[in-house]
């Protein structure tokens, strides 16, 4: 009788996968929920966790909804219409023009229920749109394919291309003198854009340019750590520096003081990288820093950043609530930016005005109003906040807290209607509340007004193709902070190794937190003017893993080596 309550009130699909016994109807309920919540479709939810396979997946879908099914691995690509390829409507629908049959195309979807990617496509193309349903994986791959394909890669540029690569300045910078004329030399532009060449390539986040008194080095960061990639001759060093001061549009004449900058190197039509730039005098010359910024950041799912599945589902409830404050903290290069505009993305929709205040903005998202802050014309983190309180806010991003006239504008903002959104430079998340009370704030104002604190790290995530079992023994385990239950289960402990495919053992990063709500308990300590001892004593007390914890965790899981959590968390 139970399930007979139950069952209609489910939608289509998650009827139809427990009618055809693949899925339960509990957990048919709970997916709906979590969907729900999350603002996800539920074949992306399904497909992400796996429980049921795609095929079977796809074919209830098409069952569902009455949409032909194609398996994209007997698809030929070479029929997709480039002329059509619309990469802001293929993104923003994860759908696909397939192929164009007269005057009629058929796109690939792997959400049914999106009925608007039609219509969009229709408008775009100004012809007959029909779907057709692809398995969500099989999708992913073949966008990323056509897109690739669409736009001239780098590692496909020869000599004669590179001379020829479209760099561009900032829009908001000032010209640069006509001095530029004196360093656009053949060899020294060839060198120029080889290096951001292998940067992006290597997916580096920063180069580092170095003069020495005898020695020019060059380094990648590559996965948060540095490595020198080259070491060009001493007397190309102020012709190499100027170049790119040239190209972000920097004063080459000026050698005194720190100057900031902005590149945008267009690859192709659709395609183009930013940097920021940063110069800093030196003994031996100008030291330049180049961040480059990847826009895809921002379109990283929250599955993808490695919170675990309690530490997910509290973000995501913060995210949820009409009001209060979300504040992440870490170190420079920790994250935090990617971590907050991951929920961003989750809260950018149409019904919500959202206002972001950075220093400077890095990721560009459609939908959000960015402000780059300008202290030189009086542009600040406290007068942008106060711009935005007028300006009938429902979320608003802090790019970082710095003084106590920002927290305490912040802080209002919070208990007045709004969901804010911040940064601190704290070690975890304990001493953040303590930190806002040295600088001043009353702790009624903190416990009234934040709801989630974030502490992280980034580590180096161990290559699977070449990772090797690492034999230590269980005292050693113990002392490194592994429990007896967890010793007495039994895991591997895996070390790096290096191979082709990857960096020194490692391949990209994972991120390690500390997500600790705020419960009256804490609320408690804080107004009794607690330290972050005692803070961090509560938490621990109600099941919230400090960072250290948290790192170890995913070396039981296999994804980081004990090394590399050793060095990003403090035992």
Same mark, same amino acid.
């Given at each position: ?136 994986? %099989?999708?992913?791959?073949? #966008?990323? +394919?056509?897109?690739? &394909? /669409? ?9 004669? *291309? ?124 100008? %030291?330049?820093?180049?961040? #480059?910024? +990847?826009?895809?950041? &921002? /379109? ?9 599945? *309690? ?135 903190? &416990? /009234? ?123």
């Amino acid at each position: 009788m139970a399930n007979s309550n139950t069952t209609p009130r489910l939608p289509g699909l998650a009827k139809r996968l427990v009618d055809n016994g693949l899925i339960a109807q509990d957990i048919a309920q709970q997916l709906v929920e979590q969907a729900r919540t999350q603002q996800t479709p539920l074949m992306a939810l399904l497909a992400d966790k796996g429980d049921v396979p795609e095929p079977r997946l796809v074919e209830a879908a098409a069952e569902e909804f009455g949409l032909p099914v194609l398996d994209m691995a007997a698809f030929d690509e070479e029929v997709i219409p480039r002329d059509h390829l619309n990469e802001k409507l293929i993104q923003k629908h994860h759908a696909l023009p397939l192929m164009q049959r007269g005057n009629r195309l058929f796109i690939a979807v792997s959400d049914p229920t999106n009925l608007v990617a039609t219509d969009e496509f229709k408008f775009a193309t100004g012809m007959p749109v029909d779907a057709v349903l692809v398995e969500p994986k %099989k999708l992913d791959k073949a #966008i990323d +394919d056509a897109l690739n &394909a /669409s736009s001239q890669l780098m590692e496909d540029l020869g000599d004669d *291309e590179l001379d020829s690569l479209n760099v561009e300045a900032d829009s908001d910078t000032e010209s640069a003198s006509d001095e530029g004329d004196a360093v656009d030399d053949a060899p020294v532009v060839r060198f120029v854009n080889k290096l951001l060449m292998d940067a992006i390539n290597r997916k580096a986040s920063d180069i580092h340019l170095e003069p020495f008194e005898k020695d020019f080095r060059v380094r990648f960061r590559i996965d948060g750590v540095l490595h020198e990639v080259a070491h060009p001759p001493n007397s190309l060093a102020p012709r190499i520096l100027a170049r790119v001061k040239v190209m972000s549009r920097m004063d080459i004449a000026e050698r005194r003081i720190p100057q900031d900058g902005r590149i945008k190197l267009k690859l192709s039509r659709t395609r183009a990288i930013d940097f920021r730039v940063s110069s800093l005098p030196t003994l031996f010359g100008e %030291k330049i820093v180049l961040r #480059i910024l +990847d826009p895809s950041s &921002a /379109s990283m799912g929250i599955d993808q950043l490695g919170y675990e599945e *309690e530490q997910k589902a509290q973000y995501l409830e913060a995210l949820g609530r009409p009001y209060g404050m979300i504040l992440v903290t870490g170190p420079t290069g920790s994250g935090k930016t990617v971590s907050l505009y991951t929920g961003l993305g989750i809260l950018n929709t149409s019904d919500r005005n959202i206002s972001t205040a950075e220093d400077p903005s890095e990721i560009n998202m459609p939908g959000v109003n960015q402000v780059n802050i300008n202290p030189k014309v009086g542009l600040t983190f406290a007068s942008a906040l106060r711009a935005f309180l007028r300006q009938d806010p429902d979320v608003i991003m802090v790019g970082e807290i710095r003084d106590l006239e920002t927290a305490e504008i912040a802080i209002k903002a919070a208990q007045t209607g709004h969901l804010v959104l911040s940064t601190l430079h704290t070690n975890d998340a304990p001493q953040t509340l303590t930190r806002l009370a040295n600088m001043g704030v009353p702790p009624y104002n903190i &416990a /009234s007004s934040i709801l989630l604190i974030i502490a992280q790290r980034l580590a180096r995530r161990l290559c699977p193709n070449c990772k090797a079992p690492e034999d230590l023994p269980e005292e050693t385990l113990r002392d490194e902070g592994f429990t007896d239950e967890e010793l007495e289960q039994g895991f591997t402990v895996y070390r790096p190794v290096g191979c082709d495919q990857c960096t020194n053992g490692y391949k990209g990063r994972l991120g390690i937190y500390q997500v600790m709500p705020i419960s009256e308990e804490l609320e408690r300590i804080i107004l009794e003017n607690g330290n972050s001892t005692e803070l961090a004593r509560q938490a621990e007390k109600e099941g919230i893993k400090d960072l250290r914890r948290a790192g170890l965790h995913k070396v039981i899981e296999g994804l980081t080596s004990l090394e590399e959590v050793n060095r990003v968390t403090i035992d």
